[in-house]
């Protein structure tokens, strides 16, 4: 997903990550791949348990190594990541890369002040002196738009409102400039106008410091207004990715649509009836065979031979754009045209 002209400064190839459990092993993410350039964004999107946090949480080291298998490659800036140290890997994060989670409260310490917690990252980074670390924490929540910053970096999180919470543990998340930031999540439990702000703020941020963001999410008007580029998961694997402006106004998987069709249109007619996508996510630990969508989708029955539930439709990409589907281009452009056209993004 990157353009003729930019190297992809984080790659993902053919990632698998499973892991063990008592009832067995859990393909968590199975067979990813991606790229994405320096100040870019890619949305990642799924509902829960499409493996999309698990991808995140693998590019950042934080899984459990004795219970996880891995395989494949994560490039940051050239390095592998998955045969790095965890000394490596405890520098670059926080340094190099960095994550802000849904639950900023839960993040924070509720024992420390919020410039406490800033500085402490940026010292443990830099080896700034304690005065040098309270200075850069003001500067931070000035950027994030935090009120007197000066008096609010002595408060402590339960002080701050859940919008001011969610602002402090991005100015934690930035403090280092960190290159890539993973958001999981990070506006899911606000309210509309706080989500708006903090959208505006990442974006502002981004072309500030040109900080490469995967934005996970299971919303795609979200997708709609922060992602350049869009990734669909679905049972661990990808079905379908482009730019954003391709996968939300011309989708070319039935999930995809799915997504489309069970939630209000973008910028199309409002009349346009929900219809959520029957059916549950696939367990990871047994998952259907074939296309692992093939028990929710509406057009397994176009397909002959029952190929939908006996092989894996492989993922074509071609120029950062492809999908995971037996349908043919002509049957989803007939079979699509209704739900998608009246969806314009
Ligand atoms: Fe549906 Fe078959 Fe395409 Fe899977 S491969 S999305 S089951 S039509």
Redesign the pocket.
Known sequence: MTSIDQQPFLSIKDLKVHFSTEDGIVKAVDGLSFDLAKGKTLGIVGESGSGKSVTNLTILGLHDRARTSIEGEILLDGKDLLTASEKELERLRGNKMSMIFQDALASLSPYHTIGTQIGEVYRKHTGASKSQARARAIEMLRRVGIPQPESRVDSYPHEFSGGMRQRAMIAMALVCDPELLIADEPTTALDVTVQAQIMDLLKDLQQEFGTAIVFITHDLGVIADIADDVLVMYGGRCVERGAKRQVLSAPE???TLGLLGSMPSLHGSVDVPLTPIPGSPPSLLNPPTG?R??PR?P??E??ADGL?SRER?PLTVVDGRGSA???TPEQKRELFHDVAGSRHN
């Open positions: 998987h039935p999930y296309c969508f093939h989708c057009f397994t176009k397909v939908c439709p589907c037996h349908l």
